[in-house]
């Protein structure tokens, strides 16, 4: 994935760290993987600055993103740094506006 688009690893990198600091919890492989995964589909669509202050703002932290994943992984198909790949493409694409009928 990463040779595909070598900018998803720096761009993973940077912004574990800018959300999250140096913690060991940052840098879980499912965590890694899964940012990895996202900025190399979505490439340079992402801001990493608005990815990195919502992504600080998960509650728990990086343990809680992955709680969070882990929880979809019963119900989804993929492994855990897929469904972490989904929970940051969610937090980071807002859903579209729903139709109302008037």
């Known amino acids: 994935m990463y040779a595909l688009l ?5 761009g993973t990198l940077a912004v574990l ?19 990895g995964r996202m ?3 979505y490439g340079r669509d992402v801001n990493l600055e608005d990815l990195t202050a919502r ?3 998960v509650p728990g932290g990086p ?4 709680g969070n994943a ?4 019963l119900t989804r198909t993929g492994n855990l740094s897929t469904q972490v790949a989904r929970v940051i493409t969610n937090l980071y694409k807002p859903a579209p506006p729903q139709h109302r009928p008037t």
Request: glycine share 14%.
């Open 55 to 57: 992504l600080a703002k």
């Open 70 to 73: 882990r929880g979809q992984q």
């Open 6 to 10: 070598p900018e998803a690893a720096d």
């Open 17 to 35: 760290t800018l959300a999250y600091g140096h913690k060991p919890a940052a840098v879980q492989g499912a965590l890694v993987e899964g940012l």
């Open 39 to 41: 900025l190399a589909k």
């Open 63 to 66: 343990d809680g993103l992955v």
